[in-house]
């Protein structure tokens, strides 16, 4: 592994070690050299303890790329040899006699040295050969706006620290790529020092928010491949940027598991915090004088004429385009240190929605549903500022009376301008209400119930989330405007 | 007294078929202009396709631009696939009570969008138009919307119609449609 001091060691027989190279004229002392296409490796202490076992240390450089090193093994050759070191090192080819060439040192032995029976000289020859693969410290790369900027160094250490702001795509990709490390016989295994994960970033960050009316879900990053696209969710403090770390491991042809070493990136993340203010204000007693009970048509075909009971001051209009003021209105108020650019969204999500319809003789029960409320972002908002007013229709005559219980989460959301981004959650608000409203047999008035109430919940920061909805508003259900299940 | 309910009755309906015809005679001139635009121009089958709609007031005074928390109930997509009408979703049809199941009822259960519209300014809708007609066959779909002035009011309404705008749905895993 790039960067990395590892021992090996070479066995075998008919070794020649220095003192016996020295007692005659006729042999030369087994020599170890390594050698690298581009990069190199600094082979150091090479000891021929004796006539079986050589020893050595071999260090590739921090910079070497994805490579095959060879360590040739130079003497008298009498016979095979195995090295065993913790890299894809198997036995050394056995080279033909004929084939043998002088090695280091050879040309000053004398010619008067060589046998007398025209064999070979006494060396030294190439004795036997091997490779071992160079696994490379790997390199993080952020390709940003068609840009390719390297995050870590040669040695692994993070580069410049990068600004990016929460919900924005980060691609990352690295190097040695899994077809290079293929190709030296390596094949990219799972991480089992690090759950199987192959990067650890700091913060919480998610692979993406997949919403539609039908549902909302947020996508685990996957943290276990050689590429990282992901979203910071919440900034980082200041100063004190997240690190990304990654690292790879591999089975070698004898599979033998390692991993590489490290390589380490920083990204400091802005983002904007978010408050939601409602209007009314945060109130457990929201009296019924905010209700509205009204004789409306809808916008059918021919016309319905119901008596529409709200939250909020219904004056007049139809159903489908009213003239009143809403029962409650949301101001999201965005503040960030640093320069982000973005928009605010808005997000609902409907906990409870029970409608019961009476008259002396009959109930009507419905449930009008939980989960999303009506779209995708929630429709009735417009930049910072969103509203809601419930209401529903209670035919005259048929039924005499109506209540209506509903609760909701209001979502206050921010989506950075940056491309492909997603949304963040930044506050929400629970809030409520059961109204009620009677008239009288004939139909034509009505009056809100006096225990019809509202109430309101205080502005809660999202600031931190944990799996699987990390913060953010989720849904598998929705609500439909005019569309309630009867309940037998 | 008989007659003269009936008179007044005979005078009433008069007067609102004067108003009728006068309100149509004076022709009403729409407020706004509506645009729609298609957050992506193909989709493989299986993907929602989102178009935002842009309501402009294009009057010299503020208008008020009420509406609801769901965009289908006061905008009418005309959505066809090839040149062919495509059909509402089951949702759709419900939520303007048609094609009920036995059992179910028409319910109004809806909730108002206060606004308003300053000379010049424009407001905005999200429609997931694939949430309620059938967009699930591969091929080119041709979309428009249209919005009352004043729903419910027709002598006073105009249909406001927008753009046409094309959107071809790719059979799944088509790979041009991640490139759009």
């Given at each position: 592994m790039a960067g990395q001091t590892y021992p090996i060691t070479v066995l075998g027989s008919d070794f020649v070690t220095p003192a016996m190279a020295a007692?005659?004229?006729?042999c030369v002392a087994s020599q170890l050299t390594v050698s690298v296409p581009t990069g190199s490796v600094i082979l150091t202490d090479v000891n021929v303890i004796d006539s079986t076992k050589i020893t050595a240390t071999v260090q590739p450089m921090d910079t070497d790329p994805a490579e095959i090193a060879t360590l040739t093994l130079w003497g008298a050759y009498f016979g095979p040899m195995v090295v065993k070191a913790p890299t894809r090192l198997g036995a050394m080819t056995k080279p033909?006699?004929?084939q043998a060439h002088p090695g280091p040192g050879a040309?000053?032995?004398?010619?008067?040295?060589?046998?007398?029976?025209?064999?070979?000289?006494?060396g030294p020859y190439l004795v036997g050969q091997t490779t071992a693969a160079v696994l490379p410290i790997p390199v993080i790369t952020?390709?940003?706006?068609?840009?390719?900027?390297r995050m870590s160094a040669a040695d692994g250490s993070p580069l410049?620290?990068?600004?990016?702001?929460?919900?924005?795509?980060?691609?990352l990709t690295t190097t040695p790529k899994e077809e290079d490390l293929r190709g030296l016989g390596f094949q990219l295994t799972t991480n089992v020092l690090n759950e199987g994960d192959s990067w650890t970033?700091?913060?919480?960050?998610?692979?993406?928010?997949?919403?539609?009316?039908?549902?909302?879900?947020?996508?685990?990053?996957?943290l276990t491949q050689t590429g990282l696209?992901?979203?910071?969710?919440?900034?980082?403090?200041?100063?004190?940027?997240?690190n990304v770390r990654y690292q790879y491991c591999v089975l070698d042809l004898n599979a033998h598991f390692q991993c590489s070493a490290t390589a380490n990136a920083k990204?400091?993340?802005?983002?904007?915090?978010?408050?939601?203010?409602?209007?009314?204000?945060?109130?457990?007693?929201?009296?019924?004088?905010?209700?509205?009970?009204?004789?409306?048509?809808?916008?059918?075909?021919?016309?319905?004429?119901?008596?529409?009971?709200?939250?909020?001051?219904?004056?007049?209009?139809?159903?489908?385009?009213?003239?009143?003021?809403?029962?409650?209105?949301?101001?999201?108020?965005?503040?960030?240190?640093?320069?982000?650019?973005?928009?605010?969204?808005?997000?609902?999500?409907?906990?409870?929605?029970?409608?019961?319809?009476?008259?002396?003789?009959?109930?009507?029960?419905?449930?009008?549903?939980?989960?999303?409320?009506?779209?995708?972002?929630?429709?009735?908002?417009?930049?910072?500022?969103?509203?809601?007013?419930?209401?529903?229709?209670?035919?005259?005559?048929?039924?005499?009376?109506?209540?209506?219980?509903?609760?909701?989460?209001?979502?206050?959301?921010?989506?950075?301008?940056?491309?492909?981004?997603?949304?963040?959650?930044?506050?929400?608000?629970?809030?409520?209400?059961?109204?009620?409203?009677?008239?009288?047999?004939?139909?034509?008035?009505?009056?809100?119930?006096?225990?019809?109430?509202?109430?309101?919940?205080?502005?809660?920061?999202?600031?931190?989330?944990?799996?699987?909805?990390?913060?953010?508003?989720?849904?598998?259900?929705?609500?439909?405007?005019?569309?309630?299940?009867?309940?037998? | 007294?008989?007659?003269?309910?009936?008179?007044?009755?005979?005078?009433?309906?008069?007067?609102?078929?004067?108003?009728?015809?006068?309100?149509?005679?004076?022709?009403?001139?729409?407020?706004?202009?509506?645009?729609?635009?298609?957050?992506?121009?193909?989709?493989?089958?299986?993907?929602?396709?989102?178009?935002?709609?842009?309501?402009?007031?294009?009057?010299?005074?503020?208008?008020?631009?009420?509406?609801?928390?769901?965009?289908?109930?006061?905008?009418?997509?005309?959505?066809?696939?090839?040149?062919?009408?495509?059909?509402?979703?089951?949702?759709?049809?419900?939520?303007?009570?048609?094609?009920?199941?036995?059992?179910?009822?028409?319910?109004?259960?809806?909730?108002?969008?206060?606004?308003?519209?300053?000379?010049?300014?424009?407001?905005?809708?999200?429609?997931?138009?694939?949430?309620?007609?059938?967009?699930?066959?591969?091929?080119?779909?041709?979309?428009?919307?249209?919005?009352?002035?004043?729903?419910?009011?027709?002598?006073?309404?105009?249909?406001?119609?927008?753009?046409?705008?094309?959107?071809?749905?790719?059979?799944?895993?088509?790979?041009?449609?991640?490139?759009?």
């Amino acid at each position: 592994m790039a960067g990395q001091t590892y021992p090996i060691t070479v066995l075998g027989s008919d070794f020649v070690t220095p003192a016996m190279a020295a007692a005659d004229p006729n042999c030369v002392a087994s020599q170890l050299t390594v050698s690298v296409p581009t990069g190199s490796v600094i082979l150091t202490d090479v000891n021929v303890i004796d006539s079986t076992k050589i020893t050595a240390t071999v260090q590739p450089m921090d910079t070497d790329p994805a490579e095959i090193a060879t360590l040739t093994l130079w003497g008298a050759y009498f016979g095979p040899m195995v090295v065993k070191a913790p890299t894809r090192l198997g036995a050394m080819t056995k080279p033909d006699v004929a084939q043998a060439h002088p090695g280091p040192g050879a040309l000053a032995k004398p010619a008067a040295a060589l046998p007398a029976d025209g064999g070979a000289p006494p060396g030294p020859y190439l004795v036997g050969q091997t490779t071992a693969a160079v696994l490379p410290i790997p390199v993080i790369t952020w390709t940003y706006n068609n840009q390719e900027i390297r995050m870590s160094a040669a040695d692994g250490s993070p580069l410049s620290t990068q600004n990016a702001v929460v919900g924005q795509q980060i691609v990352l990709t690295t190097t040695p790529k899994e077809e290079d490390l293929r190709g030296l016989g390596f094949q990219l295994t799972t991480n089992v020092l690090n759950e199987g994960d192959s990067w650890t970033v700091d913060g919480t960050i998610i692979g993406g928010y997949n919403h539609s009316i039908g549902s909302g879900s947020v996508k685990t990053a996957d943290l276990t491949q050689t590429g990282l696209t992901s979203y910071w969710v919440y900034p980082s403090a200041q100063g004190n940027p997240f690190n990304v770390r990654y690292q790879y491991c591999v089975l070698d042809l004898n599979a033998h598991f390692q991993c590489s070493a490290t390589a380490n990136a920083k990204f400091s993340i802005a983002g904007p915090t978010g408050k939601i203010s409602t209007d009314p204000k945060a109130n457990p007693n929201i009296s019924s004088s905010s209700f509205s009970v009204l004789l409306m048509q809808n916008c059918d075909t021919p016309p319905l004429t119901v008596a529409y009971l709200s939250f909020g001051q219904i004056q007049s209009g139809t159903t489908c385009h009213p003239i009143g003021t809403a029962g409650i209105y949301f101001t999201g108020n965005i503040t960030s240190k640093g320069s982000v650019h973005g928009n605010v969204k808005w997000e609902q999500i409907v906990s409870e929605g029970m409608i019961a319809k009476s008259s002396p003789s009959n109930t009507l029960n419905l449930n009008c549903g939980t989960g999303l409320d009506n779209g995708d972002p929630y429709p009735a908002a417009s930049g910072n500022l969103a509203q809601d007013s419930p209401g529903f229709g209670i035919e005259p005559v048929t039924y005499t009376s109506g209540l209506r219980k509903f609760s909701a989460v209001m979502y206050l959301m921010w989506q950075s301008s940056t491309p492909d981004s997603i949304m963040v959650p930044l506050a929400s608000v629970q809030w409520g209400f059961h109204d009620g409203a009677t008239g009288n047999a004939l139909g034509t008035r009505w009056s809100v119930d006096k225990d019809s109430k509202a109430s309101v919940g205080q502005n809660q920061a999202i600031t931190s989330g944990e799996p699987p909805a990390f913060g953010y508003p989720t849904w598998t259900t929705h609500v439909t405007n005019n569309s309630c299940a009867v309940i037998e | 007294m008989r007659n003269l309910i009936r008179r007044s009755m005979f005078s009433y309906l008069f007067l609102i078929s004067v108003a009728s015809v006068l309100g149509k005679g004076q022709n009403p001139s729409p407020e706004f202009t509506l645009a729609i635009q298609a957050e992506r121009q193909s989709v493989e089958v299986g993907q929602t396709v989102v178009i935002n709609v842009t309501r402009q007031n294009i009057t010299d005074q503020t208008i008020d631009d009420n509406r609801t928390t769901n965009p289908m109930e006061y905008l009418t997509f005309r959505v066809s696939r090839d040149g062919v009408p495509v059909a509402e979703t089951a949702e759709l049809q419900k939520m303007h009570g048609r094609g009920l199941a036995p059992g179910e009822v028409q319910t109004i259960v809806t909730s108002p969008y206060f606004a308003k519209l300053k000379p010049g300014e424009s407001s905005h809708d999200t429609v997931e138009v694939s949430h309620y007609y059938d967009m699930s066959k591969p091929g080119t779909y041709s979309i428009s919307a249209l919005q009352e002035t004043r729903p419910g009011l027709p002598e006073k309404s105009v249909s406001v119609k927008s753009n046409t705008i094309t959107i071809t749905v790719l059979p799944a895993g088509d790979p041009s449609a991640a490139q759009q």
